[in-house]
């Protein structure tokens, strides 16, 4: 079975969509072998929950994540406003 997980997965790797920019992440940390795994793993969630909800799979993009983190530090903005804090924008990012 994770065979053929690997193998879609591979086959994904020249499209531009939230799985194979999911491998070439990993891909870039740990190596060829995890990214696949990774990959495969992911796309055999993302097939359990299209089974399980009855929903069609709906492709979130390949710039899912960093949409999603940008949504997250603008929440972690609207909060601090709220408790009463100023932001002020600068040109420096700190991590």
Do not use: F
Not at 13 to 18: L, M
Not at 32 to 50: F, P, V
Not at 52 to 71: A, M
């Amino acid at each position: 079975m994770k065979t053929m997980a690997v193998e879609c997965v591979l086959a994904t790797s020249r499209k531009n969509n939230r799985i194979a920019s999911h491998r070439k992440r990993i891909t870039k940390r740990q190596g060829k072998m995890k990214g696949r795994i990774a990959s495969a793993h992911l796309l055999l969630t993302i097939a359990y929950n299209i089974l399980k909800t009855g929903e069609p799979y709906q492709e979130l993009g390949s710039n899912y994540l960093e949409e999603k983190q940008n949504n997250k530090e603008l929440k972690m903005i609207e909060y601090l406003k709220k408790k009463g804090y100023t932001i002020d924008p600068s040109e420096q990012q700190t991590a």
